[in-house]
């Protein structure tokens, strides 16, 4: 049983091919802030069965063709679960099949959404733009590209 516990822990730990999503967790979001510390990202949550998510990704898709220099993470955070291949495919359809990809895979998304923002009530899509220094910006709603472009050019050095 413990190598067992050792083995998911493990495999947790270990970056997301692409086209896969990590299982985000308790104590998934310290995991992701730890493993991009000192760096300016933008962490993007979504869902299937969000209308607005879904017509907002090919723009997140185009700013990672433009700017391949931004740190994108996504996370699905529908409040229904979802089928991986479906996800995979809207994300591919959307040209972000490389981007760092997690799925909320704990049933309680309310302790998931706590982690994150105490404030956050679950409304997609949502938007946190982190600074090097861990300062967070936060969007809920649909985001104006235009002042995501002017936060990654103003983090760079």
């Not at 997690?102 to 404030?119: N, Q, S, V, Y």
């Not at 300062?135 to 936060?151: E, H, L, N």
Request: net charge positive; glycine share 6%.
């Amino acid at each position: 049983m413990r190598t067992r516990l050792t083995a998911i822990v493990l495999l947790c730990a270990l970056p997301a091919l692409a086209g896969e999503f990590r299982p985000f967790v308790r104590g998934s979001w310290q995991q992701l802030r730890a493993s991009h510390a000192g760096k300016p990202i933008i962490v993007h949550f979504w869902g299937l069965s969000c209308a607005p998510c879904l017509t907002e990704l090919p723009q997140w898709g185009q700013l990672m063709r433009q700017r391949p220099d931004v740190g994108l993470v996504l996370i699905a955070a529908d409040p229904v679960p979802e089928e991986p291949r479906q996800m995979t495919a809207t994300l591919t359809k959307a040209g972000l099949a490389s981007a760092e990809s997690w799925t909320f895979a704990d049933r309680f998304a309310e302790r998931l959404r706590f982690e994150i923002d105490p404030d956050w009530a679950g409304e997609l899509p949502f938007t946190l733009c982190i600074t090097r220094d861990g300062k967070i910006s936060r969007v809920a709603g649909t985001v104006d590209f235009a002042a995501i472009r002017a936060w990654i050019d103003s983090q760079r050095l």
